[in-house]
């Protein structure tokens, strides 16, 4: 089996896509960040999904981006509560952090360059956060040219790396309808922006309200306890 | 003046780099990075140049890239010594560090973002570090246009952000060369991969020989103290 590292952040749509990435044959090596977000109880998450899907190889990676500023998910910047599918896709939210999947994704290639892995499964979704600038279907293809030069492989000419974003065109309810299909436990995973001192999700950041109109659209409901 | 994030790690090629910066009219902020190198002691020359050469703001970012293996300057692997020039020319050196430029540089662009900066210099060079897959212009060239759709910057339609390469094409004689001529304090700087437990350069490995190499050819001596 062919190793593909798995960006792992705890939430649904890295839960899914490690069901995937199994799924179409390889063996998963999840890579997960703590970089001083608020909701660090998703890393937590992680490390369940890891045990539960019996996933052998993690590695945590640890920095601090809060002395970057600039996002809601670093600092005390209010998260958004209550917004309508519609005002998520206006513009660039508060909780877009600088530059964090070109950062994640570096560390994701330096883990699959020393696994000598070809593979780089990341959850981002162009639907949903179509105001994230790194969630864009033509940045994927971006940072895979890039990092096809940037590693040894891209030198010695072995297989080219690939960057699989098996989720970028699905809506959350899609996403939730794959896992429920896949087996995923969704009661092990945290998806909330703000869980607060209690670790309960608050049911009304942008991540939750996707969240739980994926679960509603799939007529099931959602496996995680919320705070009210 | 406009900022620019300069990738200082202490040596001396990133040193000249922070002169050449200001030169060009630029007001430099630095960012270093703690990521686990066993020549940890550039970082204090990082410090040193900064108070020395006012620069106002200096951002340290740390990580631990031990775990990922597959480095003598992350390992207890052995760092060559007193190897010829034609010998370090040769495939990739053991000293490489996986995606070790992607991800300094990724945090550079979350840095710049943060900043409003849309400069970015990193010292890479071409000639030298051949053997370096994230040395090369074709690298540096695809992890700029990378960075152009990565940031808000990308989506919002400002100055689109430069990646400034100013030794790419240089040999560490001419470095030197040009650092003299912007009043480069050298004996402020530490290039050595081994200073083991006293700090001081170890003289034989492939940075300290291509430092000494430089040095000669300017017909001066390093000012910096050497183990042996």
Redesign the interface.
Known sequence: MSKAVVLLSGGLDSATMLAIARHQGFEPCAITFRYGQRHVVEIEAARRLVKTMDISEH?E?????R????SALTSSLAVPKGRSAAEMREG?PVT????????F???A???A??LKANHIFVGVNALDYAGY??C?P??IR??E???R????S???GDEPLTLHTPLIQMTKSQIIACGLELNVDYSLTSSCYDPGETGLACGTCDACSLRLEGFRENGINDPVAYHS
Do not use: C, Q
């Open positions: 590695l990676v640890e920095f601090d981006l002395a970057m500023g600039g660039i877009y952090v600088p530059a964090r999947n070109t950062i994704l570096s560390f290639l330096g883990y360059e020393s600038p790194d864009r033509e940045y971006a940072f040219s890039m990092a030069l940037a590693t040894k891209g030198v010695e």
